[in-house]
């Protein structure tokens, strides 16, 4: 096996663990996100954590011996408006009136939003497998916000959806991107955070709903969200977009909310009723369904180079 074929088969392994640490990043940091708001407004932390995680990309990058010239504008442009602007500034906002563990899971409608933008713009059908953990999941969702006797903030769910939208047509164009050009993921990575940062800013500074509280907890939740929830987080993202079909990375994602509801139940006391259990199992099994889909695909693949090699010798 060559170096290259060895580097290409290590790939998915990569992008699985990497969705393993981002689960762990992003799950706690619905709880950071959260518990923040009485330091500082919504859309001021937004643009804080996108400003700050946006400048520790700028100055790795030469660090890297890589040039601060920004990849093709338009790929950029989107990415950083839809992904990094919309996703985390209505995320932000719907924690407001929400809580941290059912916008989270509100957020990760995503999946959902992506299945369907995947096979419309990037023709990756989703296969059976999918589609049923889709549905379960779905299930799983209802359970855990039972719209059917709902009390919380409705413009608060209808943010967090809005945010898992945005997240989605994101990074289907960040997958686009991929396929069409060579793209450093670096510098990918920083420039559409200073778009998403530059945004988010204009609107911090337009609005500026209330004084910041500068305090150690305060420093230290934008610490965490510049440095691992965007910089690092935002990174591993689109490694994982770039490695993964689009669908099976959304998907996949689904074990953060899980994880944001325990974090919220542990750290927050919001304390999930029966039919959320439920929804949380539920989820859980569409995760497990997911994982078996992906490991079918994988063995497959395997198979088809394994036949490929034999009919070269």
């Given at each position: 096996?060559?170096?290259?074929?060895?580097h290409?088969?290590?790939?998915?392994?990569?992008?699985?663990?990497?969705?393993?640490?981002?689960?762990?990043?992003?799950?706690?940091?619905?709880?950071?996100?959260?518990?923040?708001?009485?330091?500082?407004?919504?859309i001021?932390?937004?643009?804080?954590r996108?400003?700050f995680?946006?400048?520790l990309?700028?100055?790795?990058?030469?660090?890297?011996g890589?040039?601060?010239k920004?990849?093709?504008?338009?790929?950029?442009?989107w990415?950083?408006?839809?992904?990094?602007?919309?996703?985390?500034?209505?995320?932000?906002?719907?924690?407001?009136s929400?809580?941290?563990?059912?916008?989270a899971?509100?957020?990760?409608?995503?999946p959902?939003?992506?299945?369907?933008?995947?096979?419309?713009?990037?023709?990756?059908?989703?296969?059976?497998?999918?589609?049923?953990?889709a549905?379960?999941?779905?299930?799983?969702?209802?359970?855990?916000?039972?719209p059917?006797?709902?009390?919380?903030?409705?413009?608060?769910?209808?943010?967090?959806?809005?945010?898992?939208?945005?997240?989605?047509?994101g990074s289907?164009?960040?997958?686009r991107?991929?396929?069409?050009?060579?793209?450093?993921?670096?510098?990918?990575?920083?420039?559409?955070?200073?778009?998403g940062?530059t945004?988010?800013?204009?609107?911090?500074?337009?609005?500026?709903?209330?004084?910041?509280?500068w305090?150690?907890?305060?420093?230290g939740?934008?610490?965490?969200?510049?440095?691992?929830?965007?910089?690092?987080?935002w990174?591993?993202?689109?490694?994982?977009?770039?490695?993964?079909?689009?669908?099976?990375?959304?998907?996949?994602?689904?074990?953060?909310?899980?994880?944001?509801?325990?974090?919220?139940?542990?750290l927050?006391?919001?304390?999930?009723?029966?039919?959320e259990?439920?929804?949380?199992?539920?989820?859980?099994?569409?995760?497990?369904?997911?994982?078996?889909?992906?490991?079918?695909?994988a063995a497959?693949?395997?198979?088809?180079?394994i036949?490929?090699?034999?009919?070269?010798?």
């Amino acid at each position: 096996m060559t170096e290259s074929s060895s580097h290409n088969s290590q790939t998915p392994r990569l992008a699985v663990l990497a969705l393993i640490v981002l689960a762990l990043i992003w799950s706690y940091n619905w709880v950071v996100m959260k518990w923040v708001l009485q330091y500082v407004g919504a859309i001021d932390f937004a643009a804080l954590r996108a400003v700050f995680g946006a400048a520790l990309l700028l100055v790795m990058l030469p660090l890297s011996g890589r040039s601060l010239k920004p990849p093709p504008w338009r790929p950029v442009l989107w990415i950083g408006l839809w992904q990094v602007a919309g996703m985390a500034g209505l995320s932000q906002l719907a924690l407001v009136s929400g809580g941290a563990g059912k916008t989270a899971v509100l957020v990760y409608t995503m999946p959902f939003w992506m299945l369907a933008l995947a096979a419309w713009l990037l023709n990756e059908k989703p296969r059976p497998l999918q589609i049923v953990a889709a549905g379960i999941a779905a299930a799983g969702l209802l359970f855990v916000l039972r719209p059917w006797q709902w009390q919380g903030s409705w413009l608060s769910s209808m943010l967090a959806v809005g945010s898992g939208a945005a997240w989605a047509a994101g990074s289907v164009a960040a997958k686009r991107a991929f396929r069409h050009q060579a793209i450093d993921l670096l510098q990918l990575t920083t420039w559409q955070m200073v778009v998403g940062a530059t945004v988010l800013a204009t609107l911090a500074l337009a609005t500026h709903e209330q004084p910041i509280v500068w305090s150690l907890p305060m420093l230290g939740a934008l610490a965490y969200n510049a440095v691992l929830g965007t910089a690092l987080g935002w990174g591993l993202w689109l490694f994982v977009m770039r490695s993964l079909p689009a669908g099976v990375a959304g998907l996949s994602t689904l074990a953060t909310p899980v994880l944001s509801v325990l974090w919220a139940v542990w750290l927050l006391g919001e304390r999930p009723g029966f039919a959320e259990s439920i929804g949380i199992t539920l989820i859980l099994l569409a995760l497990a369904l997911l994982g078996a889909s992906g490991i079918r695909q994988a063995a497959l693949r395997h198979l088809s180079h394994i036949r490929e090699g034999s009919s070269l010798k």
